[in-house]
């Protein structure tokens, strides 16, 4: 590969990919996704893609096998807490997807009320410093068992009285006699990059994809919104349109009472929000989806 394309690590298949690979889309970029392979070539841009299992990525990012990558926080924090990096990957920004939950699970019988009940306990997990580091602002001494998969079966088999996983349903647990009674750590998939200084080319290009993100971070909840409304309600209206900027005004022909309202939402249109417009007087409410947006 060449030294002055990007590259970019993701995960091969599982949860964090779709996502990965609707980003990247979404940024204009094809990725042609074999199913052995371990390199993407992007057509649109000198954009190289690695195909890994999540748990590497902060580590080939890190060590410079890559120089971006999507990974979720939980596995991202973990690895940092652990400290096996002199420089660990630095956090850019976080994408919006891929939104989980590692929490405590307790089995169904204990009445837990409160976290000091773990005192003394052992705890299942595959997130050891993450869980350590809250216990530990819990001011509770437990012990932390390491394990790497089925976590969940670790209290049926006397390995630990509670485990610490990801949840997303809570079906798994409750399977296992479980239930969530804390949340440890919130997650999402998030773009990490390497420390060292990009050669200029690496840097614009690096910089170029990162405000295509932004672009379709920005316009994921946006959209425009056009109605009529009597002229006395326009500043009612724009006051209460949810994250826009200064709307457009626009006459209506042959109506000087009326005028049209035009206006960028930033922040998620519901059916309330247009029934509260009409309160205020809008008629004709049009929603429209906003494809792609720079700022
Ligand atoms: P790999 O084979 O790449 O090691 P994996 O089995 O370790 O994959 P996945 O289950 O694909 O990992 O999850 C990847 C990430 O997706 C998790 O670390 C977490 O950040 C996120 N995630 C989102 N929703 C969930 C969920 N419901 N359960 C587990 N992880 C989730
Ligand atoms: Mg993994």
């Given amino acids: ?14 949860r964090l990919s779709d ?12 990725v042609s996704r074999g199913r052995d392979k371990l390199y993407g070539r992007v057509q649109e841009m000198p954009i190289d893609i690695l195909l890994l299992r999540d748990d590497d990525i902060p580590e080939f ?40 939950r590692l929490m405590l699970a307790a ?15 052992r705890i299942a997990t595959s997130y050891p410093a993450l869980t350590r580091a809250w216990l530990a602002r819990q001011g509770v001494n437990a012990k932390v068992v390491m394990m790497k998969g089925s976590v969940e079966v670790a209290p ?55 405000k295509r993100i932004k672009g379709v971070m920005t316009s994921k909840d946006a959209k425009y919104v056009m109605m009529n409304a009597p002229r006395s309600a326009v500043p009612a209206i724009t006051e209460f349109l949810p994250g826009a900027d200064s709307p457009t005004i626009l006459e209506l022909a042959g109506n000087p009472e009326k005028v049209a309202i035009h206006a960028v939402c930033r922040e998620s249109v519901f059916w309330d929000t247009l029934e509260e417009l009409k309160k205020l007087g809008a008629s004709a409410i049009l929603v429209l989806p906003i494809e792609k947006m720079m700022a």
Avoid at 1 to 14: D, N, T
Avoid at 19 to 30: E, H, Q, T
Avoid at 175 to 204: D, H, M, W
């Fill in 61 to 100: 990012v890190a060590d410079d096998a890559c120089d971006i990558g999507i990974i979720g926080q939980n596995v991202f924090e973990e690895e940092i807490l652990n400290e096996s990096h002199e420089a660990p990957a630095e956090e850019v920004m976080k994408l919006g997807f891929a939104h989980c």
């Fill in 156 to 210: 049926r088999l006397k390995i630990a009285d509670a485990v610490c996983d990801i949840v997303s349903t809570g079906a798994t647990l409750d399977a296992n006699g479980l239930k969530p009674v804390a949340t440890v750590f919130e997650s999402e998939a998030v773009l990490i990059r390497n420390r060292q200084e990009f050669s200029p080319e690496k840097q614009a290009m690096f910089e170029a994809l990162l």
């Fill in 1 to 14: 590969m060449s030294e002055q394309r990007l590259r970019i690590a993701i995960q091969k298949s599982g």
């Fill in 19 to 30: 996502g990965s690979f609707d980003l990247l889309k979404s940024c204009g970029l094809s």
């Fill in 107 to 121: 089995p169904k019988e204990w009445c837990f009320d409160g976290s000091l009940m773990l005192e003394g306990k």
